[in-house]
């Protein structure tokens, strides 16, 4: 994808936020949150922006507003993270927001980011479907996020979304951890690094018959990569791209 900074020639562009809403349905901020806590997100309350969404079966309005709990000046930031964070969970609103949904759907690819001008802490996500061709299982959007006087200050192109069901999977179902993982922990993190490599090693590959450092990496990866997604290791294919498995590069740095 690419990100550009866009001059005055399209500081005008404008939608009429009345006429979006007036065809649309609405939730309030309390049915959005438990909405997306079924999905199995979990947000801290700088992330948690939406005020209201409008939605139809075609199109999707975010009501946000910059949490006052957030770290960082809304001033300090052309498009708060918090409010970009809202503005792509908003195209999961077209439709309704689904209670019941069985998955979580993440992003997985960005055409373009157009920065027009500054937003404050109150923001406007309108979203619609993309023209844009994709695979199967996966959903196009394109979003515009404007002011208050629906003038856009920000355009997102062709984000493109797919689902991640064991993501939703391990957001509810994470257990607890045991007092033996616990010790064991503690354990590794005091142990000379060749016996947590060894033990590590062991762990990973089983009664695989590895033996080669790349075969024994391979392994090792295969097996964060399970214990991230909750899949049986052989049924994570090393030669497959990350976000076949709902991972990228935020959640890898994170």
Do not use: W
Request: net charge negative; proline share 4%; glycine share 8%.
């Amino acid at each position: 994808g690419a990100m550009a900074r866009i001059g005055r020639e399209a500081a005008d562009e404008r939608f009429d936020l009345n006429a979006i809403r007036s065809r649309c349905r609405v939730d309030e901020r309390a049915t959005i949150d438990d909405a997306f806590v079924a999905m199995g997100f979990a947000f801290g309350d700088s992330f948690r922006v939406f005020e209201r969404l409008h939605y139809n079966a075609d199109e999707a309005l975010g009501e946000l507003r910059l949490a006052s709990v957030a770290d960082a000046r809304d001033d300090a930031f052309l498009l708060h993270p918090s409010l970009l964070d809202g503005a792509v969970r908003a195209s999961l609103g077209i439709g309704g927001i689904a209670t019941g949904a069985a998955t979580i759907r993440v992003p997985v690819r960005l055409g373009a980011i157009d920065l027009i001008g500054p937003l404050g802490d109150r923001a406007f996500a309108y979203v619609r479907r993309s023209q844009q061709a994709v695979s199967a299982g996966q959903d196009a959007y394109d979003i515009d996020v404007c002011d208050g006087d629906g003038r856009v200050r920000v355009r997102i192109r062709h984000l493109i979304s797919q689902a991640a069901p064991q993501l939703a999977l391990m957001a509810r179902r994470a257990p607890a951890a045991s007092a033996t993982s616990v010790a064991h922990a503690k354990a590794m993190a005091t142990a000379p690094v060749a016996v947590v490599a060894k033990v590590a090693i062991a762990s990973a590959l089983g009664s695989a018959s590895a033996s080669t450092p790349v075969e024994i990496a391979t392994a090792l990866l295969q097996r964060l990569l399970a214990d991230a997604t909750k899949l049986p290791p052989d049924q994570i294919d090393p030669n497959a791209p990350l976000e076949n498995y709902g991972i990228d590069s935020i959640m890898i740095a994170t």
